[in-house]
Each structure stands twice: as structure tokens, then as C-alpha cells.
């Protein structure tokens, strides 16, 4: 911090101040109120040669605010000051006369950034300057009102440090992408693997399902026609039959194979949606049935998708799609995953009403959304949870940004539909009265 001066002469000014800022923990977050900032001001009667001590004594001062009874005029750089002094007859013009007489020649207007500026943005605007003026320092008007002064070089080192640390997060995050992308196609290959052990072992089950029935048929009737002849039958036979309860075998055999039958059905359809969520999607995307996806995605999650979570149906009439399906199951994971946590949790605290029961609604249409004529097929996925408040909303906005803060599951799934299929991914509370909650919509063309 700069000391006070005891010059008679300057008695009227006062002392330039140098603020130690906030770099030694600079974020990507960080503000002008972070970097070292200049306190010093000189009202438009004070001579020019008070100001060239000043900048004599203070050689990294950068300028000085020009102000008239308090109120903010412009700023005069240093480096301005020595180059009107330097030309013919300018010390005789400005040197021993009030800074009236300079403010009246140079009348540029400085760059005036607030403090709240981010340092990247702030950066950005200095640099689109013209030429001869990015050596001039930035004025940082304060949220108290007053007015500091940034040396350009504070900022130039602060944007680069900034920088550096911008690239070092991108490769950390891609590095983390590549580390994650990695053990998804491990686990995608180790789930498809496991489907098919299980399907083998089911393809058996199923094949000879029919032959069961048919043998166990077969013997039912064989014993029919043996009742039937043999009269009286032998006490050994009634007491076996009686030991056996062959009666209710009779009865219930064919429902014990109805219900092998449904739960190698189940399996093998349980195997299918794996392999096809653990599907590894191909070059160019391949045209195919969202409807099959969606019931794929369902059918994995019916474990969390308790009795008291309905969820409706409203297929419209669709055509295959192009699309690489697997990450778009990863998408409808996510998003179905995230309405029923909120569900869940929403049932939890009780504030849903008696007769509104947890809901999810799945509607899927062939749309258009400009007018063109150019067809998008819509996917919605709403829940009637409560709608969004503005902090979600900010949240969400932040998560489908470029650069989200933190890798989610809802970024993912941004980048999927807007990168990976030129689609829209879009989130909004509902206006209908019978779902009120978030609605989650994703658009992909039919090209």
C-alpha cells in the first residue's frame, strides 16, 4: 500500500491507494473486485505538474481519475500525460496549468467496467479496444459507487492464469469423460455378455416348454383312460393317488407351466433390454422403434417404479427413426430416472394431495415446431410432481450450458440429443391442470 506524501503541493490530492485484491486464490468465478485496483482521483483544477510528482514518485501508478466536485469526469492514463508533454510547447501548455486544459484536449472515453465483471469477460472487452488504446487503463466502478482504476498488465496476467486453469479443467473433465466412457463400454460389454449367458439357458427353457406341456398332457390322458378301464382300481393305486394328491396335480399342472412359461417370457425380454440398452451404436445412426426403446427402459426400471408410480402411455403413430438408440436409452434412463426420484421424494415429505396419486406420462407425435414443414418426432416424459422452482430452473440452464459446472446426467443427455442427433432437448412446468409438474421434451428430425 502507498504511503503518504508530505509535498505541500499536493496537499489537496489524496494518496494513490493500491488494493491487494484477492489473486492468490483466483477462480474461473473470480471478479475485478479480485485484482489489485488503484485508489486515486484529482479534481480538474489541480495542475498538471502535481500530477506528473505524483506519477514521478508512484512509477507503477497507471492513470488517475479526473473528477469535477466529486462527480466522475473520465480518466487520464499515465502514459497519455507524458506524450502530450512531450510535444512541442506542451509543457508550457499542460504542465503548469489545471488538468482542464489536458481534459479539454483528450476527451476519449475509458472503458468503465463494473466490479462484478468476470475477469474472462472483462479481458475479452479490453481487448476489443482499438489499437492505441489497449495500453489504457479500465476504470472499475464499484457497487458503492466509486471508481478504481485496473492496470491492463493485472488483467492480461489474470485472464492467461485463468486460462491455464480453464485448459487443465478440460482436460481433467475429458479425461474423466474418456475414464467414464471407457467403463461404460466395459460394463456394456460385460452386461451383454452376461444377457446372452442368460438367454441360452432361456432359449432352452422356452423350447421345450411346448414339449412339456404336450408329454405332460400326454400322460394325463393315459391315466384318464386307465380310471376308466381298470374297474375296480387297486387300493394301492388310491392310496397313492390319495399320498400324491394327484388330483390337485391334475389341476395345477398346466397353471405351474403357464407360469414357467411367463417368467422365461419375462427373461428373455428382460436379456433383450439390456443387450439393446448395452447396445454399441454404430458409426451413423440406424433407423429404429423409440417405442421398443422406451418399453426397454421401462422394463429395466420396474424394479424402482413402485406400485404406487402410475405410468401412462400415449403412443402416437411413429416411423423408425434414425438415431443411435443406445444413447438414447441412456437418455430416457436418465430423464425417467429423475422424475421418479422426484416422485419418491416428493411422496416422502407428504405434499402431495390424498387423491393425486404419483404419475408419469410418456407421450410420443410427429410435430412441427417452426412452421417449415420440416417433421421432428416429439418425445415427452412429465411428471405431476410440483413445478419447477427458479433455482431448478437456473440449475437445469446451467447443466445444458456449454460448459456445465459439474458433469450431470442431464448434460449428458443434452449433449446426446442436441450433439449427437441435432436435436432440442427442452425443460418447462406444465400449463395443463391434469400434469403439473416438469416436463422433459425431446425433438429429433426426421431427415
Known amino acids: 500500500m502507498f504511503t503518504k506524501s508530505t509535498s505541500e503541493s499536493r496537499s489537496q490530492l489524496s494518496i494513490p491507494v493500491l488494493t491487494s485484491g484477492n489473486t492468490q486464490s483466483i477462480q474461473l468465478e473470480s471478479t475485478l473486485k479480485d485484482l489489485p485496483l488503484y485508489d486515486f482521483a484529482a479534481e480538474l483544477d489541480v495542475l498538471g505538474t ?120 478440460r482436460v481433467e473433465r475429458l479425461q474423466l469423460q474418456m475414464v467414464q466412457s471407457e467403463k461404460m463400454a466395459s460394463l456394456g460389454r460385460l452386461v451383454d455378455g452376461v444377457s446372452h449367458e442368460i438367454l441360452d439357458p432361456v432359449s432352452f427353457i422356452w423350447g421345450n416348454l411346448s414339449h412339456i406341456a404336450e408329454y405332460s398332457q400326454s400322460l394325463l390322458e393315459i391315466i384318464n383312460v386307465y380310471e376308466k378301464c381298470i374297474v375296480p382300481v387297486p387300493q394301492k393305486v388310491t392310496d397313492l393317488k390319495e399320498a400324491i394328491e394327484f388330483d390337485y396335480i391334475r389341476e395345477d399342472l398346466p397353471k405351474t407351466l403357464d407360469s414357467i412359461r411367463t417368467g422365461a417370457e419375462r ?3 428382460l436379456a433383450n433390454s439390456l443387450q439393446n440398452f448395452c447396445h454399441i451404436d454404430e458409426v451413423y445412426p440406424r433407423p429404429a422403434n423409440l417405442h421398443d426403446c422406451l418399453n426397454s427402459v421401462l422394463l429395466l426400471l420396474k424394479s424402482r417404479l413402485s406400485s404406487e408410480i402410475q405410468v401412462v402411455k400415449n403412443y402416437g403413430h411413429l416411423p423408425p427413426v434414425p438415431c443411435f438408440v443406445s444413447q438414447l436409452s441412456q437418455v430416457f434412463m436418465n430423464i425417467l430416472n429423475r422424475s421418479i426420484d422426484s416422485l419418491l421424494n416428493q411422496a416422502a415429505r407428504s405434499e402431495l394431495q390424498v387423491c393425486e396419486s404419483p404419475r408419469i406420462t410418456i407421450a410420443t407425435e410427429v410435430c412441427s415446431i417452426d412452421g417449415s ?59 395443463e391442470p391434469s400434469s403439473r409438474g416438469t416436463v422433459f421434451e425431446i425433438l429429433l428430425p426426421l431427415n
Open 373 to 431: 414443414g420440416k417433421r421432428w418426432v416429439s418425445i415427452q416424459i412429465a411428471d405431476n410432481n410440483t413445478k419447477l422452482s427458479i433455482e431448478s430452473q437456473s440449475q437445469l440452464l446451467q447443466a445444458f450450458s456449454n460448459e456445465p459446472v459439474r458433469e450431470t446426467s442431464l448434460a449428458m443427455s443434452y449433449r446426446i440429443v442436441s450433439g449427437r442427433h441435432s436435436g432440442k432437448f427442452r425443460v418447462y412446468s406444465s400449463i
Open 50 to 169: 502535481e500530477i506528473a510528482q505524483i506519477f514521478e514518485q508512484y512509477s507503477l501508478l497507471p492513470g488517475v481519475i479526473l473528477t469535477e466536485q466529486g462527480r466522475f469526469l473520465g480518466m487520464l492514463p499515465r502514459h497519455r500525460l507524458l506524450e502530450y508533454l512531450l510535444r512541442p510547447y506542451g509543457i508550457d501548455l499542460f504542465l503548469d496549468k489545471p488538468l482542464r486544459i489536458l481534459y479539454s484536449y483528450d476527451r476519449t472515453s475509458p472503458l468503465i467496467l463494473n466490479g462484478d465483471t468476470p475477469i474472462l469477460s472483462a479481458a475479452q472487452q479490453a481487448l476489443r479496444r482499438p489499437f492505441e488504446r489497449l495500453s489504457d487503463p479500465i476504470v472499475v466502478h464499484l457497487d458503492s459507487g466509486q471508481y478504481r482504476i485496473l492496470d491492463p498488465h493485472e488483467l492480461n496476467i489474470a485472464y492467461w492464469q485463468l486460462r491455464g486453469i480453464e485448459t487443465q479443467v
Open 267 to 269: 427373461l428373455s425380454r
